[in-house]
């Protein structure tokens, strides 16, 4: 689809506000609609941006200037601007689109984005691929009901029974890469629900291991192949729609996101994200380890998302940090653990919102008590990982509920990123740190392992030249709260030796094991050793 063909689409009203024939032959691969002022982080080479213009105002002279600059760094391919904010398009934004060569289209104030978009997604995933009905060997009058069914909004399940109802075909499931049931005609036996066949795909595939959507009959027969490609083939626009508004949500989570860094408002952003009633709010955060992503080399992150926002381009910034999805370690796009959240969040059925921040880090607010969401990360974390290739590694941190207010959710989200980085487990909770040994398992281990040096370097280097080993006692004795005699009955000693092993160690470290204060410390610098404290002799 190029851009000149939005002058043709029926019913719509599109019009040339400025722009070139060759302008007017650019492709167009994806759709996204926004109205902050400097939109670049949200867009990608090739999209069509369709904007209300709700961020011009009159008395801003450079406005227009600088919202048509952050399109041409972004590449995008036109500009569709309505009219119903200020009943026509302001000369002074196509003044700016004819200084970037950018496509200024016009769509009336009684014509909506959705109408827009979604006419976009048909011609770009149905067309509604002509060709395809002469190799997917679908009836044409069975293609025209489908199509009727995705033009007036059908439910993924309610166009899936048509289809398998009116072309014979075997049960089917709709799912998402990760597993995620979308809709089925029936419950797929174990067998088929079990086994490894990735199914066929449907619409836009980013290349994760979890988003994108897959065709899955529950009996693969070589006769019905032609029929369920062409199946998947007609369900490309529902994917394409799914994938549109998950990329909404997730620009919108963007967004809350990087106000929580700053010090705006929340309301906004909150209402934006399905968020504006929930009483509490449970943060998470979430990081994939690993190696690099497979295919290309570590170039899978740059390319965003697939058509998260409407066609074969991509979200790509929408989802991670300034200038795409970024890499998490080792090429990782960092926006696979917020599609990993998604998938995880979406059946406990609450508001949430999970998306990326400017810094690159997954994260996600959800509306529901803190332990119940712990919970369902931990159940579903195994289905996940099993997606992960390599030496990759899912991990997630879960904070305290607390109210939707700018401080409480700053503190909550920097709670969720320290157990994230200090769990034992792959999945970690701010209700554990409730000991000393929780709280220091998210200090980085250079400091901790520095600290450990710093304190009990002495005892080290006594124990590697006596036999007897004053680190080990220094641990039975704190672990039996001070208790001489307990100390001296665990190591076999008499109390006397204790009394002097104490003696020595107080002499080394200068600290006084008297004093709580003292014990403390040296506890928590036992807590931070790199290895295991030899064992007393």
């Known amino acids: 689809m190029i851009v000149g063909d939005l002058l043709h689409l029926d019913d719509l009203d599109i019009r040339l506000a400025w722009g070139t024939p ?37 008395a801003d002279a450079s406005g227009a200037l600088r919202f048509a600059t952050a399109l041409r760094s972004a590449g995008v391919a036109a500009l569709l601007a309505g009219e119903g904010t200020h009943g026509s398009i302001p000369d002074s934004l196509a003044d700016a689109c004819r200084t970037h060569g950018i496509p200024l289209l016009a769509v009336p104030a009684g014509v909506s984005f959705r109408a827009v978009t979604d006419r976009v997604y048909l011609r770009l995933w149905g067309d509604l691929r002509a060709g395809a009905q002469d190799t997917a060997a679908i009836p044409e009058t069975v293609r025209r009901e489908l199509l009727d069914l995705l033009r007036a909004d059908a439910e993924a399940g309610e166009v899936l029974a048509h289809a398998v109802g009116r072309l014979g075909v075997p049960d089917c499931s709709i799912t998402t890469t990760g597993g995620r049931a979308v809709a089925a005609t029936a ?76 010090e705006g408002g929340l309301a906004g952003p909150l209402a934006a994200c399905g968020l504006g009633g929930a009483e509490a709010l449970v943060a998470v955060t979430a990081r994939i ?90 159940r579903a974390r195994p289905a996940l990982q099993a997606r992960l290739t390599g030496r990759r590694t899912l991990r ?25 980085e200090g769990s ?75 009394h002097y092993r104490i003696r020595r160690i107080e002499e080394l470290t200068g600290r006084n094991l008297a004093r709580l204060r003292d014990r403390l410390d040296l506890r928590a610098a036992l807590l931070c050793a790199p290895q295991p404290a030899p064992a007393a002799r």
Do not use: C, K
């Open 289 to 378: 380890d690993g190696g690099r992503a497979d295919g290309t080399a570590g170039g899978e992150g740059t390319g965003g998302e697939g058509t998260a926002d409407g066609g074969a381009g991509g979200e790509g910034a929408a989802d991670g940090g300034a200038g795409g999805e970024g890499a998490a370690d080792g090429g990782v796009p960092a926006a696979w653990a917020a599609y990993a959240l998604a998938e995880a969040l979406h059946p406990l059925g609450v508001p949430y919102a999970t998306g990326t921040d400017r810094a690159g880090r997954s994260a996600a607010l959800v509306a529901a008590p803190a332990e119940q969401v712990a919970e369902r990360l931990r």
């Open 424 to 498: 034992a487990g792959p999945v970690g909770s701010a209700a554990e740190l409730d000991s000393l040994d929780g709280l220091l398992r998210g200090i980085p281990p250079e400091v901790t392992a520095a600290f450990h040096a710093r304190l009990l370097a002495p005892l080290a280097a006594h124990d590697r030249e006596n036999s007897v080993s004053l680190l080990g006692t220094l641990a039975v004795f704190l672990d039996h709260d001070g208790s001489w005699a307990r100390t001296a009955e665990s190591l076999h000693i008499h109390v006397n030796t204790v």
């Open 22 to 58: 060759d302008l007017l032959d650019r492709p167009i691969t994806g759709v996204s609609s926004t109205d902050l002022q400097d939109p670049a982080r949200y867009l990608q080479p090739g999209e069509l941006v369709l904007t209300g213009l709700v961020w011009w105002q009159p």
């Open 187 to 262: 419950t797929p036996a174990p067998a088929a629900a079990g086994r490894g066949d990735t199914g066929l795909p449907v619409g836009p595939q980013d290349g994760s291991p979890f988003d994108g959507w897959r065709l899955r009959p529950h009996l693969r027969t070589a006769a019905a192949e032609p029929m369920l490609q062409g199946l998947a083939d007609l369900l490309a626009p529902l994917a394409a729609r799914a994938h549109a508004a998950a990329g909404a949500r997730r620009r919108a989570a963007g967004r809350l996101l990087d106000a929580l860094a700053g």
């Open 396 to 420: 997630v941190g879960v904070g305290p509920a607390v109210p939707p207010e700018p401080a409480a959710l700053r503190a909550a989200l920097v709670q969720a990123r320290y157990v994230l």
